[in-house]
């Protein structure tokens, strides 16, 4: 009896402790561990219940989403061609978008990555229009861009100024604006190469300023000899729509030079050696695939046009949003953190993306592309394949003067020519969408490319 | 013995019980409670330990402060006048700064409010320039903003038209541009009322348009018969600098009125009734206290003028952060669910601010304030105190021409009279900002007060 009583209190014994150890665990693991949480929960658990719906794999949900039907969790925004309450649903006739350059090639990354790049804000964080030093920068930010600059190799910071905007979009006229003589006789002639990005002289032209105009193509103004009106050439490198490295036009004293590097990064082409102009545009947009967070930012040489610049963003919109400042500097945390991981990330999703579609263009003769050559990246130390944001499709037949609609009657939908200042024979397709978006531009394009084949050899 | 085996056992059975029970507990809190979070622990745990550095309650870390000498944690940001590395050093000497509207005065608000305000966002979150019917523009945030206004009934947004801005401050020439034909004969003619916002002089400058120009103090254009050339007349209703509730003065057909209403929330005065003009300005800046998020919009009656101040925002900026709009909606559903209590904190704090000001200025002869009489106010439902963002200081002795240099001298620095083309007499003061420049600002007051009333008397 006594025997059974002492092994029943052992076996009590034994199951008590357990209780204890297990009691200890998540004692020390709710405490210590995981930080002893409180004004945090409530937004990490939504933050949580928004992730985890999965809309199949073609859209996400988002915390600023749509919230319909008196329902509790923001719906499901679908990728273009895709549909239903959980967007699983194709729509096979679609026609595809290849037209915005939406950059969320990059997504997958920030999925992969998204523990350390998330970051939780309460309503009281950074109130004020200053930070501590009373300027509308953060250093922060500022130093972590120099950083990322110096790693990539594709810019000299050392001893150039920095200045921030609503997306280098806000730059672009910051930069033009800081550069024309105010009150001079004839306005500051802007010019960019031919195809070039429309928002240059969209942008010039909604200002109607006195002080400079939109003078369309630079090769125009190579031999013009007039010197004392001042030249604003804009340069794109690698160029929107083509990719081409372009290089600074016009010469002379009356000549300022804005170069625009949005593109400048290993993603899209090889970086052959640091950029080194006296304006240099960049963007998160192209970098980390931040389009929506409006963050650009300036390299500049001359003090004077810094200052002017910085005047510009302050009058303009008061600087650039501390929140978007915020989400920058987290991302940049990431990004250098990370190593290589993003770079040999987007250039291997860019690469392999213009591998299948000079493929299949190659496959007809109705379309051709920009030619590319491979070319020795200093940052990757070693040659590196073409990988274009764009592609530059030419139709080459003697009827299809209008490049556009016959992509269009295939259900593509691009970017014309004429928005680029080049002829309708040409049309630019974004290839850094979603893959979804890309999978679909494929899909269509060999169907387009096949079937037109075909109707021509039947003709 | 048995007896004892057996009560030795029974109180096992109750420590055994007590801690299964123990078990279950936490067990259900960590797994059901605290919703399992996985990705969003770093981000919440780094937000807390963030908010936890208490800066002696004169100052505030922030998740993007600087982080100095190879330490982990942020840096205290102090008040002005507070320094040390936990801010718990006052300089008694230092000048107050009652300058910039930067409206830290309803940062005890958000502190309070903190678990519902916060929101926590991973690297994948809305990476894409539009949301998902295409525009820049948060649907869910413009619907929470006309909630927003039924609610206090300061405008009519009913039938009316929201654009967005990265803050007011680019909506002022995004309306300017919108108002002004384009190649007229002569270009549109900018006034303001005299005190006017200095911002409205210098932007219209800066832009040097064909289209428009600053044509100074409205009053000079009110006899004005020249009905050919377009007006467009800001009106600051409450006024910045003097808080009156300014109304239209130009008439007729070529006179178009953009109304800022920024300050016209119960905080800063009483709402007589709701606000109806054709072209409405807003901003989170004094609704929220959010400056840095830069975030404002404009209520617009016309279609076709709101088309070019969306066409405006896009060749401008590609529209407002997409992270600035999810803070401000974050904060919108704070101020819904948390029915009147951000007005009531808001025009209590700026009352009690008001009172003070003006027992410690009724003291003396030197200086006078503007007068702004009690009304009624259709949210309250009942006659309200002054509670202005600003007080309008004037100096009234002969020999105090330079009233700002006068305050200098007594360490305080407000904003000069000059900047609102008014005389040298006046000067600006900051009511708004955190509670530490307020109470210094009485403070320094106090002593100015009446060092120099006994230095009047000893003369």
Redesign the interface.
Known sequence: ??QI?NS??YG??V??LT??I??VL??S??YVG??D?????????????V?AISCSGHG?A??????LDGKQEPIC??SDCYGGPDCSQLFPNCTVNAN?G???F??P???K????????????????????DGSYI????ESHIRKVHAIVGNAITEGRYIAFG??S??LL?AAV?ALSP?NASSPARVVASIPFYP?YE??TN??????FKFEGDTSSWKNNSDVYTDMIEFVTSPNNPDGKLNQAVLEGENVKTIYDHAYYWPHFTPIPTPADGDIMLFSM?KF????????GWAVIKDEAIYQRMI??SQ?????????????A???LK?VLQQRNDIYEFGYATMMKRWERLSSVISMSERFSLQKIAPNYCNFFQKVRDPSPAYAWLKCEREEDKDCHAVLRAGKIDGREGNRFSAGDRYVRLSLLRRQDDFDLLIQKLNQLVSRKEDGSKSM
Not at 206 to 211: E, G, I, K, T
Request: hydrophobic share 40%; glycine share 6%.
């Open positions: 009896m006594f009583q029943k209190s009590f014994s199951l008590f209780s204890i297990i009691n998540l004692i693991k709710r995981e930080g949480l409180t004004w945090t929960k409530r937004a990490a658990t939504e933050a949580e219940a992730a996400r988002y915390l600023d989403g749509l919230i925004e679908c915005s939406d950059p969320l990059l997504e990354f920030w999925v990555h998204a523990g350390s790049s998330a970051f939780l804000v309460a309503g009281w964080h950074r109130m004020s229009y200053m930070y501590s953060s250093q922060e930010l609503v997306g979009t806000q006229n604006r105010r928002v969209e942008q909604l200002f109607q300023s006195m002080d947009s980390t695939g931040h389009a929506g967070s409006r963050f005047r510009y009058l303009n919109t008061i600087g650039v949003c501390r929140d978007s400042q915020l989400r500097l987290k991302l990431v």
